[in-house]
Nanobody
């Protein structure tokens, strides 16, 4: 599975960005998808995950109510809508895919495939 994330950039605090991740190489609808991020000097952390059909989502407490994960299986794409961005959201954001059993995946170590990441910088 190849994953290509895009949509990162520089945004002011309180602003919004939408990340996209296009997948290829395997039936997209068979994959649990997730977004994870890594800030400078910190470990990679879970952000959000979505089930194969899109009916179930889980968020990290730090982004709950501000971020929304969604997917379009017809377009082989998963999205992360980020609103009310804060400086502490600054990180490289990675999309990831999991082919194993389960509904969603919150453990960063549980993913089988990773994209290269897109940088989000929140600063005035």
């Amino acid at each position: 599975v190849q994953l290509q994330a895009s949509g990162g950039g520089l945004v002011q605090p309180g602003g919004s960005l939408r990340l996209s991740c296009a997948a290829s190489g395997r039936t997209f609808s068979s994959l649990i998808m997730g977004w994870l991020r890594q800030a400078p000097g910190k470990e990679r952390e879970f952000v959000a995950t979505i089930s194969r059909g899109g009916g179930s989502t889980v968020y990290a407490d730090s982004v709950k109510g501000r971020f929304t994960v969604s997917r379009d299986n017809a377009k082989n794409t998963v999205y992360l809508q980020m609103n009310s961005l804060k400086p502490e959201d600054t990180a490289v954001y990675h999309c990831a895919a999991d082919r194993d059993f389960g509904l969603v995946r919150t453990d960063p170590g549980g993913y089988d495939y990773w994209g290269q990441g897109t940088l989000v910088t929140v600063s005035s």
